[in-house]
């Protein structure tokens, strides 16, 4: 990757394009510390640290601090991510969507922009769950007591309006070519989370010689994690299909040997966000409302037994984990679409006969990488929590930043980085030898 990078910055475009990225990552890291006029700082920093559910210590770790900082993009793209959340499930059971989505470039185009409106109408959402819920104490009237409504709302448009920023952001990352910009917006926050929690700890060596030995094991778990993730997501079973000889005129064409890539976690991290927000999006609500435990006896018994670290919690986010794995993998793979295309140009898959049995192999095949995919996720979502809180002891910063969430997305967004940064210096390449 180094050296990828390397030769990146030896061509002029290239080195622009990450200048450019860096500067407007730079941007997104000053707002994330710019306090949002009306919100007491002090007091919701409080409410993050002591957070007992650990759903706003993720989300604070996502956004790279910017939620204990109660910064202008506090909220982050957490309103847009669940946003894409909605509108793919609504894009499967609506069939305009559905066929909006299929219209190519302009068609992703308008799925773009209703998914940056309901992202705007979630932000509005949580806005109001913040000043509502909170209450109070956490709202400085800056314009009075008796105007302390517009305080309300000069927080909510302020939230709104970093959770819009954000999104241009992304959109002008992207535009350079060398990557996704929301992933990159993701990645740099949790980078910056996970190098606050380890100056953090190393801080605290001089206290005491155990912190310096939780500190070593854990960073050596953190790597032996990523290590099997990097693994797994480099990794793919790949189909051998032959193409036969045809003769058109006094031309030959065909005869090549070629294979279907078909990656053992194709879906990504995406299961585990979308499952984490489904089965999370009661306790935000709850948390950002200000209810705990002795709040009554239904929030009591949903942080007992359906909050973060419950037995039951883990089962059910295994089970969506499953669930939404094999829902991207309907999506991304069609095997009869692939059997039609293979048969059309005169290709077949070794040992299988062309038509419905390719379709069936194909399909036979997809099941069980899919399988072995979403099993790993839950693995990688629920075990290595476990062993974090094992090792490092009482440090809970360095739990909540090295989540496995957020691990998977930095191997998933460091790959696509590097990919894109080769495939823009293959351009490059063609472009000066035409």
Known sequence: MFKTLGSALKNRELRKSILITLALLLVYRLGCYLPTPGLSSALYADLVGNDSTGILSLLNAVTGSALSNSAIFALGVTPYINASIIIQLLAVAIPPLERLSKEGDQGRQKMNLITKIVALVLALAQGLGIVLGLGANYIQPIFGENLKWLTGALVIITLMAGTCFTMWLGDKITEQGIGNGLSLII????????????????????????????????????????????????????????????????????????YIPMKVNGSGVLPIIFASALITLPTLIMSLCGLTKDSGWFANFWFTYLGTGSVVYSILTALLILFFAYFYAQIQFNPTDVSLNIQQHGGFIPGIRPGKPTTDYLKKVSHRITLFGAIFLAFIALVPSVLFSAVAGTSQGLINAFTATGMLIVVSVAIEFQNQLESQLMMKRHKNIL
């Open 187 to 258: 990645f740099i926050g949790i980078l910056a989370s996970s190098a606050q929690s380890i100056l953090n700890a190393i801080k605290n060596i001089s206290d005491s010689l155990t912190y310096l030995w939780q500190l070593l094991g854990f960073l050596a778990l953190v790597l032996i994690i990523f290590f099997l993730i990097v693994f797994i997501d480099m990794s793919e079973r790949r189909i051998n299909v032959q193409y036969a000889k045809q003769v058109k005129g006094r031309k030959m064409y065909g005869g090549q040997s070629t």
